[in-house]
């Protein structure tokens, strides 16, 4: 008896990527309009400019298209696509010289000012002047975060993601996601009570406005400023009094009205994601690997996205006496990635065969060969690692979303040059975490 066929209309996020797997490009279309404007939501309030959020959404969306056929999906899928989202924006913002108070722009290229929707049709004006307060007070809270944090706090508070999604995209236990998220919270309220007692507490507290002195804020809202605040507040009545008229604001961050796109800015995406999803292959997921690859390599979209299927890449220039120096045994375990697959051309191709190294990287499966022993200068970053080994320079490009990197438990990610050894006395281990 065959089964009835899915409304794709109503179907559930698992039910519409099965019958993109299979075949269906309106799943994914549907898939994309249920999502694209709270991922843009969240972005553009971690890069703080309409154009670069507007390409870090339409990015993250044609990896998803790309990569949701490649593989199977497991877990939550609103909780994968903020994690391309949220690991984009973080490596744009690495790159740039965003601050945490960079200004965001209207379309018009205005100060973007946050709102609070009104409560009913008949708001007195005096209330809607209260409100829109409220919501620039909570924005300059928030945003006085790091990247990271206010990424997690936004996830939490304005995407409602679950702990388990929330761990999914940091690639942590719940149990330390709910740690962070408390004192993030607790930071968020702390950033909160001090604008507001600034703009409506000093007339009635001296020693309030002693504190507060002469910083400017919100850029001067350290942390010390706050715990300093915060202490005071336990002890002042006034100040109490003056805190407890408005709600906290971790009800407030939820109901700051979303920042969609303009028109312009969706026509612009929707029409790269279609053209990338019109050159995707018709059909299931049989056979669409080879398809996959003549789609990265023969269009100008898939150009812009080759490696999302090739995880890792190296590349090994010329050999040196490795041979005579001996080489040492070398285990790489990869956990939460995708199989890392290996593109080894000539002599790299050689050079790998020889020294044991596999075509794939398998998740929580120990990979063993060899290296040659001596001294190794490493740098690795999200993007790529490079390591110069005696007489063999290999580089090595990551494309699946590294979280961390180890060499023998020491902590490689982001750490600047960091100068190891090989040695035949011991076995190595390299360990890649994905998100």
């Known amino acids: ?162 702990p388990a999604e929330l761990a999914q995209v940091v690639g942590a236990r719940r149990g330390a996601i709910n740690t962070r998220l408390s004192r993030l919270r607790d930071a968020l309220e702390e950033s909160f009570t001090v604008l507001l007692l600034d703009r409506h507490g000093r007339k009635d507290c001296a020693e309030l406005d002693r504190l507060l002195g002469d910083v400017k804020l919100p850029a001067g809202l350290t942390p010390e400023l706050r715990r300093t605040v915060t202490r005071h507040v336990q002890q002042c009545e006034i100040c109490q009094r003056n805190r407890r008229r408005v709600v906290t604001a971790v009800e407030l961050l939820p109901a700051v009205a979303p920042i969609v796109p303009s028109h312009e800015v969706r026509v612009t995406m929707d029409g790269a994601v279609q053209q990338a999803l019109a050159s995707m292959p018709v059909g299931g997921v049989s056979g ?72 794939q990287f398998i998740p929580d499966q120990p990979a063993d060969f060899r290296l040659p022993v001596g001294q190794v200068g490493v740098r690795v970053t999200r993007d790529h690692a490079a390591f110069d080994i005696t007489g063999i320079p290999v580089r090595i490009q990551f494309v699946a979303p590294v979280v961390a990197v180890s060499w023998d438990g020491l902590p490689l990610l982001d750490q600047g040059k960091v100068d190891l050894s090989i040695s035949r006395e011991r076995k190595h281990t390299i360990e890649l975490v994905c998100s």
């Open 1 to 162: 008896m065959a089964l009835p066929k899915v409304d794709l209309r109503t179907a559930t996020d698992e039910q519409l990527v099965e019958a993109y797997r299979t075949g269906s490009s309106e799943a994914f279309a549907i898939l994309y309009e249920r999502y694209v404007n709270r991922v843009y939501d969240f972005v553009v309030r971690l890069v703080r400019d309409r154009e670069v959020a507007a390409d870090v959404t339409q990015e993250t969306f044609i990896k998803a298209l790309t990569n949701l056929r490649a593989r199977r999906f497991q877990g939550s899928l609103r909780a994968w696509l903020f994690t391309i989202a949220q690991n984009t924006a973080i490596d744009h913002l690495r790159r740039q010289r965003t601050t945490t108070f960079s200004r965001l722009t209207t379309p018009e290229g205005e100060e973007w000012e946050p709102e609070l929707p009104a409560t009913g049709p008949e708001t007195e004006p005096e209330e809607m002047v209260q409100r829109a307060e409220l919501a620039e007070l909570v924005w300059q809270a928030a945003r006085g975060l790091n990247p990271q944090d206010y990424a997690l706090l936004d996830l939490s508070l304005r995407q409602d993601l679950a």
């Open 288 to 359: 669409v690997l080879p398809q996959v690859r003549g789609w990265l390599t023969g269009t100008a979209a898939g150009k812009a996205l080759v490696g999302t299927l090739t995880a890792v890449v190296f590349v090994i220039g010329m050999v040196g006496g490795w041979l005579a120096l001996g080489t040492a045994p070398v285990t790489v375990v990869t956990h939460g990635c995708p199989p890392l697959a290996l593109e080894l051309d000539g002599p790299a191709s050689a050079m790998a065969r020889l020294l044991g190294v596999p075509s």
